[in-house]
């Protein structure tokens, strides 16, 4: 049993294809990854929540341009940006979510003022940014967001789908950031942000504001944050089935998760992963493509990080 904090991070299983990832590029991704680590370690070893320690690690992903969500977020096939937010504590499985909306610079934070100042769940569109406005938040501009990759990107997969080249290449459907954490308390939570995928229909939801679907926490079983096929993953309800299977079976988190991932989500020929960790403070982040953005600390244990 892990008697101090875990913290887990992820920037998404739609990572560039090994032959296209320089030596330099992958160094960007993992300093990236470190900033988010450091920013959750900051609540953690303070003595701080499990839920401001997500809070704070996907407000740092967000920051980074080099993930889809917040500032380098994709473009819808409309040329707007469009994003989705939740996230879950699991001493009390509150939750709060966001979908559809552009203007918060850390959508999760839109996400956190509905759980804090609504009596709702989960806000889409205008009601949503008008509780991000009443709290305060940080708004910004189409230039901040705006990446010359992510538009590249979208210019890209709308000649494919005119020529009817398109295919599946997960680098272009996925994209995704997240964090789980047990603090040192032994509670739980998770948070998951998302611009989507490109050139998505304006008004596509995936699976990310979805509790239990992208986002689930409670801290009698596991906390999951998910990255993947939207529509394969909200048919699933992944993060809730790996949480069921636990509660109901008593299976280990990484047998549940391998399950879910490896089998279940392959079966609808789905692709994608997850990062998790259980009431102990055990990590596991399966994932069945070639690769996803994710890093890791435990106290007293040190932080790693991987793509491939």
């Known amino acids: 049993m892990i008697r101090g904090f ?3 991070v992820h920037g998404g299983a739609g990572v560039l294809h090994r032959d296209c990832m320089t030596p330099e590029r992958e160094a960007e991704y993992h300093a990236a990854l470190d900033r988010a680590l450091s920013a959750g370690e900051a609540v953690l070893n303070t003595d701080g929540s499990a839920f401001d320690a997500v809070t704070q690690a996907v407000c740092t992903l967000e920051n980074e341009p080099l993930f889809n969500a ?8 409309d040329k707007q940006h469009e994003m989705d937010a939740c996230l879950m504590d699991g001493s009390n499985r509150q939750a709060g979510a966001v979908a559809g909306i552009f203007g918060p610079k850390n959508p999760i934070l839109a996400a956190r003022s ?21 709290a305060g938040l940080d708004f910004e501009e189409k230039a901040y967001f705006f990446t010359q990759h992510r538009w590249d990107a979208l210019q890209e997969t709308l000649k494919m789908e005119a020529e009817g080249t398109l295919d599946d290449d997960p680098s272009r459907r996925h994209g995704t950031v997240g964090a789980v954490a047990r603090d040192r308390n032994g509670h ?3 948070a998951t942000s998302t611009g989507g995928m490109t050139a998505k ?3 596509r939801v995936g699976d990310t504001p979805v509790v239990g679907a992208g986002t689930y926490a409670d801290d009698a079983t596991c906390a999951v944050s998910a990255t993947g096929d939207g529509e394969a993953f909200l048919r699933l309800c992944v993060a809730h089935e790996i949480e069921a299977r636990m509660r109901l079976t008593g299976v280990s988190l990484e047998r549940a998760a391998e399950d879910v991932i490896m089998t279940e989500l392959n079966a609808l020929n789905g692709t994608g992963g997850i990062i998790a960790l259980d009431r102990n403070g055990a990590i596991t982040t399966p994932f069945n ?6 890093g890791w600390s435990v106290e007293r244990d040190g932080r790693q990080m991987a793509i491939y």
């Open 201 to 203: 229909r304006s008004g």
């Open 188 to 190: 739980l939570a998770a």
């Open 114 to 134: 509905v759980l804090e100042n609504t009596d709702h769940v989960f806000m889409i569109g205008e009601g949503a940014l008008a509780v991000a406005r009443a």
């Open 6 to 8: 875990s913290l887990a």
């Open 70 to 77: 917040g500032r380098g977020a994709v473009f819808t096939r």
């Open 289 to 294: 493509c070639e690769g996803m953005y994710r």
